[in-house]
Every structure is written in C-alpha cells, then in structure tokens.
C-alpha cells in the first residue's frame, strides 16, 4: 500500500480537498505524459536530421578537401596558402530564440556566406578555376556545419526537456498520485469507522436513555 500525505484530517472537508488535488494531478499526468510522447517522437525525428546532416557534412567535407587537392596540384600549396590569407573576413550569424514543441531552441540566421567568384578577393586571371571551385567547396561546407550545430542544440534542448518531463511524470505517477488515492482512502476507511462508532455510540445511549424510562415508569 502506497504511502499517505501527512498531518492530514479525517473529515469531509480533507476528502474534499484531496480529491480536488488528485483530480488535478490525474489530468497533469496525461497531460505530461502527451508532452513526453510527443517529445520522443519529436526527438527520433530531429535525430534522424542530425545523423542526415552529420553524414552530408562528411561527404561534402571530402569533397572540399578534393577540390582543394585539385586547386594545390594546378596553382601548388603555397600559392593557395597565400591567396588564403587574403581572402579572409568576418562571418555575420545571427540568432533568435523559436519554439519546438514548447521547448526553446535556438535558430542560427546566416548572411554573406556563400559569395560570387568575383566577391572572394583574389586575381581571376593569376588563378585556377579548381581554386573558384575549391573555395565554393568549402563556403558550403561551413554552411552546412553551422546548420549542424543548429540541429545539435535543437536536439540537446529536447533531450533536456524529455528528461524532466519524465522525472514529472515519473513522480506522479509512482508517487503523488498514488501517495493521493491512498490518502483519500484512508480518510474514507477512516469516515467509516468514525460513523460506525457513533452509531453503536447512539444505539448505547438509546438503550441507557429506554431503561432509565422503563425504571422511571415503574417506581
């Protein structure tokens, strides 16, 4: 038998009281409990996006590094190197805060990644087109590792939020609810053996109050 709530009085009153409560921790039990399905189904689709995106990173990471074989093998490493230096600038991201199934996430807002051929700085004339390509390459693949970085904090916020959504669920179930009904039990059980005390306490007096009749009607 499930444990009771404490310091608590056997009269209507508590009962009242207690049945208001477990009727409130009944509904915000299915109610969690819709929230934590709807996160873990939530969460096996945004781990599919993560792995789909850790995958198309790797691939397009590779790809890169070829393209820049491709770019040191026509123009040599050093030459590349250098054009590197010249080529570097500031990134603009930007963030703002959305929610996924009430959970906040952040959304990673980019601007000025990827440019055109003539936007990158260097000589198009003094250079390759593997370098055009090499450097196309690796904008995306930037992209690509940013927008990761997006789904793994996505998936790390409702990883978080799952798990204290089961610890809530998880507590009144096993414990608040049960530890309720029992409490609402007992304060029954409780009622009744008060009512029937008072009525055998009742029948003794009617039957003290019936003889001191029957000896007053026959003095």
Not at 47 to 71: E, W
Not at 86 to 95: F, K, M, N, Y
Not at 151 to 180: C, F, G, M
Request: net charge positive; hydrophobic share 40%; charged share 30%.
């Amino acid at each position: 038998m499930a444990d009771i709530l404490q310091d608590v009085s056997p009269n209507r009153m508590e009962l009242l009281r207690i049945n208001r409560r477990l009727k409130l921790a009944e509904k915000g039990h299915g109610l969690l409990k819709e929230k934590r399905d709807a996160l873990m189904s939530k969460l096996a689709s945004e781990l599919d996006n993560l792995r789909g995106a850790r995958k198309g990173v790797d691939v397009a990471l590779s790809g890169a590094y070829r393209k820049l074989s491709m770019a040191q093998a026509f123009m040599g490493p050093e030459e590349v190197y250098q054009i590197s230096l010249i080529t570097t600038r500031d990134i603009e991201l930007g963030a703002s805060v959305t929610s996924v199934m009430g959970v906040r996430v952040p959304r990673i807002e980019m601007s000025n990644l990827k440019r055109s051929i003539t936007e990158r700085g260097y000589n198009l004339q003094k250079t390759s087109s593997a370098l055009d390509e090499c450097s196309a390459a690796f904008e995306q693949v930037l992209e690509m590792i940013i927008k990761l970085a997006e789904t793994e904090e996505i998936v790390r916020k409702i990883v978080i939020e799952l798990s204290s959504t089961r610890r809530r669920v998880n507590a009144l179930e096993y414990n608040i609810v049960p530890k309720l009904r029992a409490t609402a039990r007992h304060i029954l059980m409780r009622l009744d053996e008060m009512e029937r005390e008072n009525f055998t306490r009742m029948k003794k007096i009617k039957k003290l109050m019936a003889e001191k009749m029957m000896k007053g009607s026959t003095a």
